[in-house]
């Protein structure tokens, strides 16, 4: 028969034992038998119904195998060869991060919104009038509602003049508004800033649950602040410095 060659092969040496079912015999009178994971083609009882997943006895008559009695009082669990793979399970979480640029950088001196450029001042110059100076990101943070942010980083380079050209430092105010209002900006939680001397550039690592409140969208944008009006410092707006107050947000979402 042509069963019994690859018989020979399959289970060299064994003489009886048992196996899983791996369905109904053929019509040939053959029973595909699963023996220890290898699917081996016997000879089935005549007067016995052989079904999927039965536990089996089998014996050998010369070179062949003979599947002689059904096992047990119901169908096994087939062995782990026989069940299918399953995918790997999909990741709890994916981690990324992104860019985003400020829609305008600009700085309100006293009462009124300068026009002359759009660079971030801090302080006051000499009896001027001290200055709050923002970035305003719109709703470009709302595009990652529902992450949990892991870090942020904004991009800071002070300009090569006003006031002292040594390392000076910054104030950090988080800005409710995500564009600029009409009148003062609305800053809440304060951190303390890089030290920057003229023409540094600076990454500075934000408070994380800032860059979770624009994500929120319970805040809208950064500003520097010093209520005494020292020191005084000019950092670089976008239109002198392209990158100037880019916030880098590091997140995780869970899929």
């Known amino acids: 028969m042509s069963d019994a060659a690859s018989n020979k092969v399959s289970l060299a040496g064994v003489q009886s034992g048992t196996g899983i079912a791996n369905g109904a015999k053929t019509g040939t009178g053959l029973l595909s038998v699963n023996v220890s994971g290898i699917n081996v083609d016997m000879l089935a009882a005549r007067d016995i119904t052989f079904?999927?997943?039965?536990g089996v006895a089998f014996i050998r008559c010369g070179q062949t195998w003979v599947v002689v009695a059904r096992l047990g009082t119901a169908a096994t669990t087939p062995p782990l060869d026989a069940v299918p793979v399953a995918p790997p399970p999909k990741p709890a979480s994916v981690s990324g991060s992104t860019t985003i640029t400020p829609l305008e950088t600009r700085s309100r001196q006293d009462t009124k919104w300068r026009t002359d450029n759009d660079d971030v001042y801090q302080g006051e110059y000499g009896t001027n009038g001290n200055h709050v100076g923002a970035a305003f990101y719109g709703d470009a943070?709302?595009?990652?509602?529902?992450a949990t942010v892991t870090s942020a980083?904004?991009?800071l380079r002070?300009?090569?003049?006003g006031g002292l050209a040594t390392a000076q430092p910054l104030t950090?105010?988080?800005?409710?508004?995500?564009?600029?209002?009409?009148?003062?900006?609305?800053?809440?939680?304060?951190?303390?800033?890089p030290s920057l001397a003229w023409s540094e550039v600076s990454a500075f690592d934000i408070p994380t649950t800032w860059a979770q409140a624009m994500v929120d969208g319970t805040s809208g944008g950064l500003a520097v602040y010093e209520a005494d009006g020292a020191p005084y410092m000019i950092l670089d707006g976008r239109g002198s410095y392209s990158p100037s107050f880019a916030l880098t947000i590091r997140y995780t979402r869970t899929i």
């Open 51 to 54: 079904a999927a997943n039965d």
């Open 141 to 146: 943070p709302r595009s990652l509602a529902g």
């Open 153 to 155: 980083t904004v991009q």
């Open 158 to 161: 002070r300009k090569d003049s």
């Open 172 to 193: 950090l105010r988080l800005v409710t508004e995500r564009v600029r209002p009409s009148g003062a900006p609305t800053l809440t939680s304060t951190t303390p800033g």
